[in-house]
């Protein structure tokens, strides 16, 4: 019913900058917080980046001063910006979204979407 596609991922040298995004298309009545997540090789996928449907952010301290979260509400897509990239930033990017639906019992409920991932790599 819903579904979040990422794109914009890519190899990048250390330093660079790259912008993600994702849509989230379907029979959305609305979004309530969307984020973006990371896994890299051999570790648990972790919070990156996340913002409410108010517009307020939160980031993994790792990431604070160098990612900017943001998203436009009209086009149901969340966006991150981000800057001065380390290789320890190289993981699969996912995108989640937290979805109001109208479900097939006429009820509305909160479900929560992931994306298919997309893979940064920052490297020389």
């Known amino acids: 019913q ?12 250390p330093g660079g900058s790259l ?3 994702c849509a989230a298309s379907g ?11 990371r ?15 108010g517009g307020s952010t939160n980031y993994a301290d ?7 979260i ?5 086009k149901n897509t969340v966006y991150l910006h981000m800057n001065s ?11 989640n979204a937290d979805v109001r639906v109208l479900a097939a ?10 994306g298919q991932g997309t893979q940064v790599t920052v490297s020389s």
């Open 70 to 74: 943001s998203r436009d509400n009209a």
């Open 2 to 13: 819903v579904q979040l596609v990422e794109s914009g991922g890519g190899l990048v040298q």
């Open 39 to 53: 896994q890299a090789p051999g570790k648990q996928r972790e919070l990156v980046a996340k913002i409410t449907g």
């Open 27 to 37: 029979r959305i009545l609305s979004i309530n917080a969307m984020g973006w997540y």
């Open 62 to 68: 790792s990431v604070k001063g160098r990612f900017t």
């Open 19 to 21: 912008r993600l995004s």
């Open 105 to 114: 019992d006429r009820h509305l409920r909160d479900y929560d979407y992931w």
């Open 85 to 95: 990239l380390k290789p320890e930033d190289t993981a699969v990017y996912y995108c």
